[in-house]
């Protein structure tokens, strides 16, 4: 949603101003093409144009060396044979050495320009990368990771094959046909430049034409593979669901729902290149049979010779190939932007919370908190905190409880500054959150949360991430400290066990200890434990517990909890209700009241005694 509940959209552009958007998408490549921060990029870029034309000249002077080696092989009155065989010998080897050297400096400028296309490449995917990074909870808690994925893949692709071919093959094919069509000009008439000129314009008219409709059909292909992909990359994560309520067969309809639509959108795809094909061959071999008839009737003539009939018989067929090239290559373009649209459109997304210009880094002293008349919603049409105040003191611990759907982890989140607050303030040492920057600030606040994800590497990488650079002492002593080292050396591998998707390959006390290990190490003056040990059984919880408390000694700690049994040691509790305070106090003093703690004291501890009995049955 957007900041006033508005869902934040990303689709292909609205077909007004299309083309505008491709040109728009043209200019923003050109920066890496021509980057300004790096000489050696730029002075690639200058002799890869270099190379190119020199390509070009040779290319196109080759025919006329083949012309020369055809009119010398045809006698003439007074020569001598030797001389005929001496010549074109002197014109073939021209002839072959040109082509080498055209090939040759083709070669060369791909090497050259290499470098330039994918430093490109990687800055834009690495910008995109960082980009998603600075958009809002909010916008990935709406988009499909798989989708998303996608998107930035064929994006990149897509920017590849535009910045490589865009400059090498359009543009020097382009000159390259208007220099031919000035040569035939020039050494014959009119005519022969008129026929390749209309073959070139009615085969590039067709190609652009049919294929501005075949990006159509190719948009929708791209639609539905990142929906097949994303529905697959989806039951993948959730593999334990599907087993749970066996529904195998369910998911997979789901994918080849998106898959025959994919299909569909194939085989249009395919048919309509046929077409497209088929016409483009059409349209060179009448411009071929009209320029060679044109030849023949001059050489009936005795207005030309055999080698003119040769040249530019050569030179429409030397152009098929670039024809032919510009044809893919155009197809290609069409398709690199529509790849990139998403990519785009990513791009023009703004972050939802930003740093304020020159904001100086968080001064952590004692690190207390305090949250002043916070006011907050996701949604205009529901309020999830209303006047909400309270502080933790430095040292502190303050637990946060009360029934789901309260707002309990929704203060987590504002603390992290991954929203920011409609009304009020939240200040960290008498610093508003909202004027320091948001790295200084997630640096000072170390986080367990109830459902801990780990990155799908080692044990020894998930610890090491609370502090990259971190020796691997300092990574023992962390897992020391949160009771897990035991457990680690006890496996096979050590602290190079691969966690799995997710973690998936660890219990959940386990995770939950790598957490711990990890805000250890990250050694952050707060500490906010959400909902930490709400999905493990009694008996680890218990050790958990031990653990936390160890952790947050000395630290300002603030708990969020729905098992009341483990904040009742906090130095506050805070009730919310509804998005707001209801009540507050220490434990002891809370159940005096007989208010909304005591009931959901009393009702907790009569489930616990009612479990405890089933578990003695």
């Not at 101003?17 to 920066?31: K, N, V």
């Not at 100086?360 to 916070?374: E, S, W």
């Not at 962390?478 to 009771?483: F, S």
Request: charged residues 20%; contains cysteine.
């Amino acid at each position: 949603m957007s900041r006033r509940g508005r869902p934040m959209t990303i689709g292909p552009p609205r077909p007004k101003g299309h083309f505008r958007d491709e040109l728009r998408a043209l200019g923003w490549l050109a920066p890496y093409l021509w980057p300004r921060d790096s000489r050696e990029l730029r002075t690639r870029v200058v002799i890869a144009v270099l190379l190119l034309l020199t390509a070009k000249l040779l290319t196109i002077y080759v025919p006329i060396l083949y012309k020369h080696a055809v009119d010398a092989l045809s006698p003439v009155p007074g020569s001598g044979t030797k001389a005929v065989v001496a010549v074109p010998l002197a014109l073939i080897v021209a002839y072959g050495f040109a082509r080498v050297m055209s090939q040759g400096f083709n070669e060369l400028r791909t090497a050259v320009f290499a470098k330039v296309s994918q430093r490109a490449v990687r800055r834009l995917a690495l910008s995109t990368f960082r980009h998603l990074h600075a958009l809002p909870l909010r916008f990935h808690l709406e988009r499909r990771t798989g989708g998303l994925s996608r998107a930035i893949e064929r994006g990149t692709s897509g920017i590849d094959f535009l910045l490589s071919f865009m400059l090498f093959n359009v543009v020097p094919t382009v000159f390259e046909m208007l220099v031919v069509c000035g040569i035939l000009w020039r050494l014959y008439n009119w005519a022969f430049a008129a026929v390749i000129f209309v073959t070139i314009v009615a085969y590039i008219t067709f190609t652009f034409s049919v294929t501005d409709w075949r990006v159509r059909v190719r948009r929708e292909m791209n639609e539905r593979n990142t929906e097949a992909n994303s529905k697959a990359v989806d039951a993948m994560l959730n593999f334990e669901t599907v087993k749970y309520f066996a529904n195998e067969e369910y998911e997979a309809r789901r994918y080849d729902a998106s898959l025959r639509a994919y299909e569909r959108a194939a085989v249009k795809s395919d048919t309509s290149l046929a077409a497209l094909n088929l016409g483009q061959a059409t349209i060179i071999a009448t411009g071929l049979v009209t320029i060679m008839i044109l030849a023949g009737q001059g050489v009936a003539a005795a207005k030309m010779t055999v080698g003119d009939f040769v040249l530019v018989n050569a030179y429409l067929v030397q152009l098929y190939t670039p024809l032919s090239f510009l044809g893919v290559v155009y197809r290609n373009i069409k398709q690199s932007l529509t790849d990139i649209e998403q990519m785009t459109a990513l791009l023009a997304v703004k972050p939802e919370i930003q740093d304020r210009p020159a904001a100086p880094a968080l001064v952590v002293g004692a690190g207390g908190i305090a949250f002043r008349r916070v006011g907050f919603h996701y949604d205009f049409r529901r309020v999830i905190l209303s006047d909400v105040d309270f502080t933790v003191p430095p040292g502190a611990t303050v637990a946060i409880v009360g029934p789901s759907g309260a707002g309990k982890s929704t203060i987590a989140r504002l603390l992290f500054r991954f929203y920011d607050v409609d009304t009020g303030s939240i200040e960290i040492d008498g610093q508003d959150i909202r004027d320091v920057t948001q790295g200084s600030l997630r640096r000072a606040i170390g986080a367990v949360p109830q459902d801990t994800v780990l990155f799908n590497d080692t044990i020894y990488y998930n610890i090491a991430y609370g502090r990259p650079g971190a020796t691997p002492a300092e990574i023992e002593q962390a897992a020391r400290l949160a009771r897990i080292d035991d457990f680690v050396r006890s496996l096979p591998e050590g602290y190079e066990t691969i966690v799995g998707e997710r973690g998936l390959k660890l219990s959940g006390g386990e995770k939950q200890r790598v957490a711990i290990a990890r805000v250890i190490l990250k050694a952050p003056s707060i500490l906010i434990f959400d909902e930490a040990t709400s999905a493990l059984d009694t008996k680890t919880e218990r050790e958990i517990q031990a653990s936390l408390a160890e952790v947050s000694a000395g630290r300002t700690t603030l708990v969020i909890a729905h098992r009341l049994s483990t904040v009742v040691d906090a130095d506050e509790i805070l009730v919310l209700d509804t998005g707001r305070i209801v009540e507050r106090g220490p434990h002891n003093q809370l159940l005096l009241r007989r208010g909304v703690y005591a009931t959901m004291w009393a009702r907790q501890q009569e489930a616990e005694r009612r479990e405890a009995a089933l578990v003695a049955d």
